[in-house]
């Protein structure tokens, strides 16, 4: 109970202790004056107007937060009482016009409050959400617990308490009061009345009089008959627009006195224009958001509502997203944990981003499909458009290179020598994978070395043949051939997937099962060729890439082919193999694990398949969160499996192709 009341005490005193309930704020005055700026004020009206709406289109959704916290991970709730609140908060209001009139109160006042009304029957059930004014809501202070409650203001001068749990306040944090908000409307106050006194002297003038008043003189006292008679004739002939610069006619003496201000002299033009600039500038609101623009097209359009979503409509539903998840779903007790609203993003895409994630993706399907994957797997994968029709299906891919290799040694040299150090040198403490990603690794040195010599070639023909500083275009085209690279990773994945398969036969020996390797042919032969020749390249064209920025960055005016190159082989020597252990680690493992589920699913058509898999994840000491959470998971089948493991390691892995999670099967029930 001790710690409970501690925790629950604020730090310091935010209001006087010498009273139970202290009330420094007995209401807001100043709130209904800046309420009602809004329908006098027509540039004031336009701004509250504009965000307020555009807070009020954007959805919202419902989601139960991932264990591994990222927004991608989340699954759409679409049931749910407090989803159903919040889509029509009360019998009177849509969403749409309850998020709107609470912007409103926010951008005029800096403060904006719900009322939760509840079921009398079952308190602990909130109903609807109901807007209110903020002039009628006083927060009552508490000298050790920092807010006691809430007290309504009713249009008769009625006061009703409020608890807590019963108003959510929406606000711009005031820096002189804890307990209110605080709008740049309440900033501006001198100069939104400077604006409105400014409209109604113009309206006056032509309501009163064509011209502005001035005196008229008289030698003596008037009677009041006198008076009366010189007045009521005056605003007959000169009262009102139809009577402007009619002659005016003195008698007895009378004398007309100037004292008129010319509408140039009240410089109401340059007023109403430093009004608006001001009034903007306590928003935020550049011109063009108002609809202020000189010269427009469609790139400045679309930047414009870019800039209007991302700096004045985001941060206003950042507020309400805070409230919602912070006050609101904790009324729903145990119902709504781990639950969360979220908005869907208003700022628009930007063009050019579409176009190169166009192209990317454009880029990489095209390499898919040339490696022998499916046009239906392919649009899967990269997420394209559904309206997209493959002419023909994609070629069966084939272990032989893809083009003519490089001078060099062949594929089965290198892979001879291989299998020669394997055997003769293995390495103690390390698994097999490991030994073949080294001694890939070593035979890959000739491969890189003719990789390099292709791109050297052409970069020294692209400065000697190229005109000028066009000439750097020709860089663009650097490619090189990846199909001995291919045809030497396929091997070793054969390798690695044959001893997998060894693996998984020992495995269910153990435990009393005898089941068949799964043969590298068919299905599984693809599959090994068809990531083989994907890794080799992309391989192949991130050095290329690598080599056409390299030779742009030291192609200096003036230099030859020759210099270009030297510069850039020089480079290029210089790499480590980082990138190409991590690949090539990745397509190994990724072999061991095609290997392993081939024989587990010819063991499950033989009718000798596992009871079920368990992840084995923690491998060293480099294992991710994500994969120590799901190791020793159970799997009940072997396509759970799959979905989990689709290609080489845990799909979630932070390490993403350096993962090395597997899955052990287990006979029985235990």
Not at 361 to 381: N, R
Request: charge should be negative; charged fraction near 25%.
């Amino acid at each position: 109970m001790l710690a409970r009341a501690v925790t629950n005490k604020a730090p310091v005193p935010y209001t006087s202790r010498g009273a139970r309930f202290a009330l420094p704020f007995s209401g807001r005055n100043d709130a209904v004056s800046q309420m009602q700026a809004m329908g006098t004020v027509g540039t004031l009206f336009s701004i509250v107007h504009r965000t307020s709406n555009a807070a009020s289109q954007v959805d919202w959704k419902l989601w139960r937060r991932a264990a591994s916290g990222k927004d991608e991970d989340r699954v759409e709730q679409t049931s749910h009482l407090a989803l159903d609140i919040w889509r029509k908060p009360n019998p009177f209001m849509p969403r749409q016009e309850f998020v709107e009139s609470t912007q409103q109160h926010v951008d005029l006042t800096g403060e904006g409050w719900w009322v939760v009304a509840r079921n009398p029957r079952m308190r602990s059930i909130p109903l609807e959400l109901w807007p209110v004014r903020p002039d009628r809501m006083i927060p009552v202070p508490h000298p050790q617990d920092f807010l006691a409650g809430y007290i309504y203001v009713s249009p008769d001068g009625e006061q009703v308490p409020l608890r807590l749990d019963e108003v959510i306040q929406l606000r711009m944090p005031n820096p002189m009061d804890p307990y209110r908000g605080m709008g740049p409307v309440q900033s501006i106050l001198a100069e939104l009345d400077a604006t409105r006194y400014s409209a109604e002297w113009n309206r006056n003038f032509f309501v009163n009089s064509a011209l502005p008043s001035g005196i008229i003189e008289a030698p003596q006292n008037l009677g009041d008959e006198e008076f009366n008679q010189l007045r009521d004739r005056w605003e007959e002939q000169h009262r009102g627009v139809a009577a402007a610069h009619r002659v005016a006619i003195l008698e007895g003496g009378l004398k007309w006195v100037d004292r008129k201000f010319t509408q140039r002299d009240m410089q109401f033009v340059e007023l109403r224009q430093v009004s608006r600039d001001v009034i903007r500038e306590a928003f935020g609101m550049p011109k063009f958001a108002l609809g202020d623009v000189d010269d427009v097209n469609r790139a400045v359009g679309e930047a414009s509502a870019a800039w209007f979503a991302e700096y004045l409509t985001v941060p206003r539903l950042e507020r309400i997203k805070a409230a919602l998840n912070h006050d609101f779903l904790p009324l729903f007790g145990d119902t709504a944990r781990d639950l969360e609203f979220d908005y869907e993003d208003p700022v628009p895409p930007d063009a050019e981003s579409r176009d190169r994630e166009r192209t990317s993706k454009a880029t990489a399907a095209k390499l898919y499909v040339d490696a022998g994957f499916t046009g239906e797997s392919v649009v899967e994968a990269l997420d394209l458009p559904d309206t997209l029709v493959w002419k023909e299906p994609a070629p069966q891919p084939s272990p032989a290179p893809a083009a003519p290799p490089p001078p060099g040694p062949s594929p089965d040299a290198l892979l001879r020598r291989l299998q020669v150090r394997a055997a003769a040198d293995p390495v103690t403490g390390r698994e097999d994978w490991e030994d073949r990603l080294e001694d890939l690794l070593a035979e890959w040195e000739q491969i890189s070395e003719d990789q390099r010599r292709e791109l050297l070639d052409q970069i020294r023909r692209v400065v000697d043949e190229g005109a000028g500083e066009g000439a750097a275009q020709g860089l663009v085209g650097l490619a090189v051939s990846s199909g001995v690279a291919a045809a030497l990773l396929e091997a070793v994945m054969v390798l690695q997937a044959e001893a997998a398969a060894g693996r998984m036969v020992e495995v269910a020996a153990a435990q009393g099962v005898a089941i068949e390797p799964a043969p590298v042919s068919g299905a599984l032969a693809a599959a090994l060729a068809a990531g083989a020749a994907v890794t080799a390249a992309l391989l192949a064209s991130s050095l290329a890439v690598a080599a056409g920025r390299a030779a742009l960055r030291v192609w200096a005016p003036g230099m030859t082919g020759e210099q270009v190159a030297g510069r850039v082989g020089a480079w290029l020597e210089s790499l480590t193999d980082a990138g190409l252990r991590a690949e090539l680690g990745g397509a190994i493992w990724a072999a061991e694990n095609l290997g392993r589920f081939a024989t587990l699913e010819l063991a499950i058509a033989d009718g000798r398949g596992a009871t079920w898999y368990e992840a084995s994840e923690i491998r060293d000491s480099n294992t991710c969160f994500q994969c120590r959470d799901i190791d020793g998971e159970r799997f009940d089948t072997l396509r759970d499996v799959r979905e989990s493991y689709p290609h080489g390691g845990f799909f979630a892995c932070l390490g993403t192709i350096r993962c090395r999670g597997t899955v052990e099967p287990h006979w029985g029930d235990s």
